[in-house]
């Protein structure tokens, strides 16, 4: 599976370790396109779709975490309120519960794009992710959610020699070949760093669990009621689906990758199909074999990069490399299915864990990830300051939301807390482009990503210029 736009010399060790062709039909023959996590969480619970037009104190337009974490803290902060949420379709049904389960403290992406972009605040952010990370932890036991939560840490992995520089090797905690792979086998590590506040949880269950969670405090829950319209009307925001509406005096949208009901946040985040393989369940001795008996996420160093991880019952989630946009920013379920990439996936699994062959895959599916291009979200504050929004977490929702939640109820109230006054909340990242710029740039940064993790890390000069500008693209 050599790249032929780079040449033999610079492949990638995916390239120079891929098993053969057999071996990945082997283990992609059963494979049933369906979301795991959905068809694990075994919860069955449905809500009514609306059907008569109410009146609401809030009204949250999102069944993912944005939304259920906003209902939830809503409720908390004013027992009274009558909160309403709306979900276009089932709760959870898109990227929270597709995604991989990585609950991580970091609100920036990482620590070199929170210094790249707000230095001065980098200390307070890095402070806030931690303190969100923890408020996460007694949120999970307070409210009793089932969502098998476990904080594993994480571990990043080397898998090239330049990138062992990345991992700063003279930084306390820092694993060499041996002791990283004393964690986790695989011929393909070099060099590892441990994260260890990285939680994992079933993202499925979290999703479900949630709205559990909100209809036990009040809040009014409605499936299959997709909102169609926003419009400001005689001091209410007005709020539409096909057979009814509310009339609310505040919203939160929490939309994420589907296209904004405020066209002026439309070009702010463009979705990246994401796509992931799940393994049938380990054999103790299949999972002797590779040890990871501190069941941390893991993820490597490249540009297009991988993470996997461990399901309470040993199978393994091993998603990422690929990061498809589609032109016109649509969100269709025929998107899901790409036979080329999950056949990339199975060979780059096959190459970190040679010693599993013969595994097969029982599930495949793919999500969009609202992906702005500071990498992590952005707020708005709207029509009035009625209207409160945060988009674009790029992949990192599943801590972030609970954090960005607070930040909306914060200024929805007209509070001035230090989240409210973070620059990261009150300056907006640059637009994509609309198309087909959008289309032609993101290709052409896609391009020059792959070939920086062929050439040994070097970015050339379109990426050095849209690090200049804070443009980016994340895999």
């Known amino acids: 599976m050599r790249n032929p736009l780079f040449g033999r010399g610079n492949d990638i060790v995916f ?10 039909s082997h283990a992609l023959e059963n494979t049933e396109h369906r979301v795991f996590w959905l068809d694990d969480a075994g919860d069955g619970t449905a809500y009514p779709t609306l059907t008569a037009w109410l009146s609401a104190d809030l009204a949250v337009v999102g069944g993912g975490y944005l939304g259920l974490w906003s209902a939830i803290k809503a409720k908390q902060r004013n027992p009274a309120a009558r909160v309403v949420l709306l979900e276009g379709q089932t709760v959870g049904w898109a990227a929270s519960g597709r995604n991989g389960g990585f609950c991580e403290p970091s609100l ?57 520089a990345w991992l700063e090797p003279e930084v306390e905690g820092f694993l060499d070949r041996a002791a990283v792979r004393a964690e986790v086998d695989s011929p393909t590590y070099l060099g590892g760093r441990l994260h260890r506040d990285t939680a ?29 319209a926003l419009r400001d009307e005689n001091g209410a925001i007005v709020l539409t689906t096909a057979r009814a509406g509310v009339r609310a005096g505040q919203v939160v949208l929490a ?81 899901e299915e790409r036979d080329e990439t999950f056949r990339t996936l199975a060979s780059h699994f096959f190459t970190t864990f040679p010693q599993l062959e013969g595994l097969r895959f029982s599930h495949r599916w793919a999500g969009a990830i609202d992906t702005s291009s500071q990498f992590c979200a952005f707020f708005g504050l709207d029509l009035g300051g009625r209207v409160a929004t945060a988009a674009g977490f790029t992949g990192l929702g599943v801590g972030a939301t609970h954090f960005a939640a607070e930040v909306l109820l914060d200024r929805l109230a007209g509070l ?11 300056r907006k990242p640059l637009p994509f482009p609309p198309e087909p710029f959008a289309a032609a740039g993101i290709a052409a940064t896609r391009w020059a990503m792959n070939r920086a993790d062929h ?8 990426l050095k210029t849209l690090d200049a500008v804070g443009l980016g693209f994340d895999s």
């Open 255 to 335: 939309t994420n990758a589907f296209p904004a009901l405020l066209k002026r946040y439309r070009l702010y985040t463009v979705p990246v199909y994401d796509y992931v393989l799940m393994t049938e369940p380990l054999s103790a001795q299949q999972l002797a074999s590779i040890g990871w008996r501190g069941r941390q996420g893991m993820a490597d160093l490249a540009n297009q990069f991988h993470y996997y991880r461990l399901t309470a019952d040993d199978r393994i989630l091993f998603g990422g490399y690929d990061a498809v946009y589609h032109f016109g920013r649509e969100v269709r379920a025929s998107y």
């Open 455 to 462: 050439h040994e890390g070097r970015r050339n000069l379109l």
């Open 416 to 426: 001035e807390t230090e989240r409210t006054e973070l620059e990261m909340v009150r």
């Open 108 to 164: 920036t992406h990482g620590e070199v794009n929170g210094e790249n972009r707000w230095p001065k605040e980098l200390d307070a952010l890095t402070r806030l992710g931690f303190e969100n990370l923890d408020a996460i932890a007694r949120s999970v036991a307070e409210l009793g959610l089932d969502c098998e939560w476990e904080r594993t840490g994480s571990i990043d992995v080397a898998v090239e020699e330049h990138q062992l």
């Open 200 to 228: 994992l949880v079933h993202p499925a269950k979290l999703a479900k669990e949630l709205a559990r969670a909100a209809a036990a405090l009040g809040v009014e829950v409605f499936e299959n009621s997709h909102v169609d």
């Open 15 to 24: 390239e120079r370790q891929a098993p053969e062709p057999t071996v990945i």
